[in-house]
């Protein structure tokens, strides 16, 4: 059983399409961060959310760390075939980080 | 480097042999931690080394997997009689200090292991 369930698992969309990924869970975190993936490489965070309500934006990227810090969500705003890659949400659960299965994300151009 | 790297980028083996998986962290970084990713899957969390302090090994799947970290820098994680199941991406990240997950890891590109 995943303590972080992300949705949707796969998304293709065309160039300059809007999308949002969703990090689900039950628990409670202390924070929860957002990583992304590109094939053959670790990887890299993007934003580190801390406080419940807490929205953090890069770009063309939003995020938002739920009001009972036990969910967030990632919006990217006219995607780019640059953005394509495996979208990871961790959370903070006690010393370790558990992460999420990822979200696929595929940029058409 | 400045990163994180992880020696062999490849491994393929035969069912029932041991495999030796290399990390080298950032210098002056303090943690380690090793993670495996099956494909297309997140990541699950092996062991977690701070400084001297005894290892977090909660993650360790059996008692086939072990890792040490000599001298608080280089760490090698070792699968004895590696199983098909043992097939996936093995990560290795470091972090400066000891608030573990609210300071950034910084993750090497992998070890993919293949077990025939």
């Known amino acids: 059983t995943q303590l972080l369930e992300q949705s949707p698992q796969f998304l293709s969309i065309q160039e300059g399409e809007n999308l949002t990924v969703y990090c689900n869970s039950s628990?409670?975190?202390?924070?929860l961060q957002w990583y992304r993936q590109e094939p053959g490489e670790g990887p890299v965070l993007l934003v580190t959310v801390v406080t419940g309500g807490e929205v953090k934006k890069l770009k063309r990227l939003t995020f938002q760390f739920g009001d009972a810090r036990k969910d967030s969500s990632l919006h990217i705003t006219a995607a780019q075939p640059g953005d394509t890659g495996l979208y990871l949400c961790a959370g903070e659960y006690g010393n370790k980080l558990v992460f999420g299965a990822g979200t696929i994300l595929r940029v058409k151009s | 480097g400045a990163g994180v790297s992880q020696s062999p980028s490849n491994k393929v083996t035969e069912k029932g042999k041991d495999v030796e998986l290399r990390c080298d962290p950032i210098?002056?970084?303090?943690?380690l931690y090793w993670y495996r990713q099956s494909l297309g899957q997140g990541l699950e969390f092996l062991i977690y080394f701070q400084g001297n302090s005894a290892p977090d090994k909660s993650g360790l799947p059996s008692d086939r997997f072990s890792a040490e970290r000599t001298g608080g820098s280089v760490s090698t994680l070792t699968i004895q009689r590696t199983q098909q199941e043992d097939s996936a991406v093995y990560l290795c990240?470091?972090?400066?200090?000891?608030?573990?997950?609210?300071?950034?890891?910084?993750f090497g590109p992998g070890t993919r292991l293949t077990v025939l």
């Open positions: 628990s409670v975190f202390s924070s």
């Open positions: 210098s002056g970084h303090t943690a």
């Open positions: 990240a470091s972090s400066l200090s000891t608030s573990g997950g609210t300071d950034t890891q910084y």
